[in-house]
């Protein structure tokens, strides 16, 4: 920490280097965890949207269905909330649950 000190008879300034161990150390860790924050994925595009909710359709799955698959899938309460990696993902498993369903 450094302090910047005005002298009071002749006016010059006086910068003083403050070390406190525990306070550089938690600044140090305070600046890495902003360093290590996780990059934000984007969130799912309208074409994914659009197909899911095509899959879903022809699943015969209903609204309430899909959303206790997001749910159960990734925690997540709506499709929208989904980034593209999990879109993806749940866009393979509708595909897969649509194939099986077509074979019976």
Known sequence: MRLRIKCQKCGSWLEIELDY???????????????????????????????????????????????????EMFNKEHVSDLNREEASKLIDHLAELSKEGGKS
């Open 21 to 71: 161990p525990q306070y550089s150390q938690r600044r140090r860790e305070g600046q890495e965890q902003k360093q290590e924050k996780p990059q934000e994925t984007p969130s799912l595009t309208d074409a994914q949207k659009r197909k899911i909710w095509a899959l879903v359709r022809g699943c015969g799955l209903s609204e309430d269905g899909i959303h206790e698959l997001t749910k």
